[in-house]
């Protein structure tokens, strides 16, 4: 995972800037290929749905953002947390990963918790794809188009199920110091959160 990079005074925008047709760098046919992709791939996991999570559309008539529910893994810190996020596809997507924003407070290395990009996970699947200017990831461990929703969601539950969270080149700074120096008092927090996420789900 790239160390985060100095603020530039511009939030990244976490959500595409239109609708898939509306806008003007993207060829029509690709964004069309963009929206069958994903209409599949919904109407898969509705079908089939797979265990830990499930998944929607928050604005039937925006097939580029998804809600999404996870379930906390058993046995890990995040049981019984029900945990609220969004994926946002970029208009180029498969070629271009795309972004997962949880809506739930999270406390995680590998979830900013400020500033513009507030619930964004940071993991390899959800980088672009090439080479890792900073020599931290494969290009292997990025996004490759062959990737699916389904797998991007396997590998952030993975990522929740660690006893101990990837501290290389955090997206949250905090959380990551705290887990070297207290980790009885991370524990505690991503518990508390994880019962404040659960009586929240049912409000």
């Given amino acids: 995972m790239p160390p985060t990079r100095p603020s530039t005074g511009t939030a990244t ?9 509306t806008g003007t760098g993207t060829p029509v046919s ?7 992709l994903l209409r599949r791939q ?8 797979v265990d830990g999570f499930s998944a929607g559309l928050v604005d039937d008539d925006n097939i580029l953002e998804w809600s999404i529910v996870i379930m906390g893994p058993t046995d890990t810190l995040y049981e019984g947390a029900i945990l609220k996020a969004r994926l946002i596809f970029p208009p180029e997507y498969p070629i271009l990963p795309p972004k997962m ?14 500033g513009g990009r ?3 996970v940071c993991v390899s699947i959800l980088h672009a794809p090439g080479e890792d200017e900073w020599g931290y990831e494969d290009a ?27 501290l290389n080149s955090p997206a949250n700074v905090d959380a990551a110091k705290q887990v070297r120096e207290d980790y009885d008092g991370y524990k505690k927090k991503v ?11 049912y409000d």
């Fill in 140 to 166: 292997s461990e990025r996004w490759l188009p062959v990737h699916t929703v389904e797998s991007v969601l396997i590998s952030v539950i993975s990522l929740l199920s660690a006893d101990v969270p990837d």
């Fill in 42 to 49: 919904l109407r898969d996991l509705q079908r089939n749905p």
């Fill in 30 to 36: 690709n964004t069309a290929n963009c929206s069958l």
């Fill in 13 to 21: 925008p976490p959500y595409p800037s239109s609708r898939p047709g």
């Fill in 101 to 114: 924003i949880f809506d739930t407070e999270m406390w995680h290395p590998n979830v900013y918790s400020g």
């Fill in 118 to 120: 507030k619930g964004e």
């Fill in 191 to 201: 518990k508390r959160l994880v019962r404040r996420s659960a009586e929240e789900a």
